[in-house]
C-alpha cells in the first residue's frame, strides 16, 4: 500500500508540473513497464504541448505504440498513419506505416462478419510493399496478405454454399463463378464446378416450362465442361447421373415437338 500511494504521488507530482522533459522520460519509463495507461495520460498532454518541437515526433511515436500496447488496434492503427504523414522524413516514419497496416491487419474481424477492414487492411500492407519493396517486412506484409485473402477466400465460399443450401440455385450459380473468378487458386476448386453442375441441373428442373428446355440445355452443357475438366473425378459417378437425366428431360421436349 505504501509502495502504491507512493507511486501514485510521484505520478501525480509529475502530472502536475511544468518540466515536459521529465513526463516524456517518466512516459517511456511507464511505456517500458507496460503501464500503458498512465503512459497515456503523460502523452495525451505532451502532444499538444510540444507540437511543432524537435520532440512531437518522439511523443506522438510512443503514443501510437501505446494504444498498440492497450490491443486497441484501431486507434493503434490510425495514429500510426497519423504519425508517418505528419512526419514523412521522420525516423520511425517506415515503421510507422508498416504497423498501421498491421494493426489493420490485427482488426481485421472474423470471415463471417463484414470484411470492410480486411480489404482495407489488404490495402495497406499492399502500399508498403509498393513502397518499400526491399525493406525486412516484405516478407512477413505477403503472408499478412495471404491470410486475409484466404478469409476473404472463406466468406465467398460460404456464401455461395448459403444460396446453395437454401435452394436459391441461380444465386448460387452466379457466387460459385465470382469466387473462381476471384480466387483462381483455391483449393476445393474441383467440388466448386461440381456444385455449380448440381446447382444448374436443380435450378432447370424447378423452371417454369417456358424456361426449363433452356436451362436443361445450360445444365448439359455444364456437365460437358466437367466431365472435360475432370475425366477421373471423385464427382464423375454423380455427374455422369445428372448428364443422363438432363439429357432423358432435354428428349421429352423433342419427342413433344413431333
Known amino acids: 500500500m505504501f509502495v502504491f500511494a507512493f507511486c501514485t504521488s510521484k505520478f501525480q507530482k ?3 508540473g511544468s518540466d515536459y522533459n521529465l513526463k516524456l522520460e517518466t512516459a517511456i519509463q511507464y511505456y517500458q513497464k507496460q503501464n500503458y495507461y498512465r ?3 503523460l502523452l495525451e498532454e505532451l502532444i499538444s504541448l510540444l507540437r511543432g518541437t524537435d520532440k512531437a515526433e518522439k511523443v506522438y511515436y510512443y503514443y501510437a505504440y501505446c494504444h498498440y500496447g492497450q490491443g486497441d488496434y484501431m486507434m493503434a ?12 522524413r521522420g525516423e520511425k516514419a517506415t515503421e510507422c ?3 498501421s497496416a498491421y494493426c489493420k491487419y ?3 474481424p472474423e470471415y463471417g462478419l463484414d470484411q470492410t477492414e480486411t480489404t482495407e487492411a489488404m490495402k495497406e500492407l499492399q502500399l508498403f510493399i509498393t513502397k518499400y519493396p526491399k525493406n525486412d517486412s516484405v516478407k512477413k506484409c505477403n503472408e499478412l496478405i495471404d491470410i486475409l ?6 466468406k465467398a465460399y460460404n456464401q455461395a454454399m448459403l444460396y446453395y443450401n437454401i435452394n436459391d440455385y441461380k444465386a448460387a450459380i452466379r457466387t460459385f463463378k465470382n469466387v473462381l473468378k476471384d480466387y483462381p487458386d483455391i483449393e476445393n476448386k474441383e467440388e ?3 456444385l455449380i453442375v448440381k446447382s444448374y441441373y436443380n435450378y432447370a428442373d424447378r423452371s417454369i416450362p417456358e424456361k426449363k428446355k433452356e436451362r436443361l440445355q445450360e445444365a448439359l452443357k455444364t456437365c460437358n465442361d466437367f466431365l472435360l475438366a475432370y475425366p477421373t473425378s471423385k464427382f464423375l459417378k454423380e455427374v455422369n447421373l445428372i448428364f443422363k437425366n438432363t439429357s432423358k428431360e432435354i428428349s421429352k421436349f423433342a419427342n413433344s415437338n413431333t
Do not use: C, W
Open 97 to 99: 506505416q508498416y504497423m
Open 106 to 108: 490485427l482488426d481485421s
Open 149 to 154: 485473402r484466404g478469409k476473404l477466400k472463406k
Open 192 to 194: 466448386i464446378h461440381f
Open 77 to 88: 492503427s490510425f495514429h500510426f498513419k497519423n504519425y508517418y504523414t505528419t512526419f514523412p
Open 14 to 16: 509529475v502530472m502536475k
Open 39 to 41: 503512459a497515456l495520460e
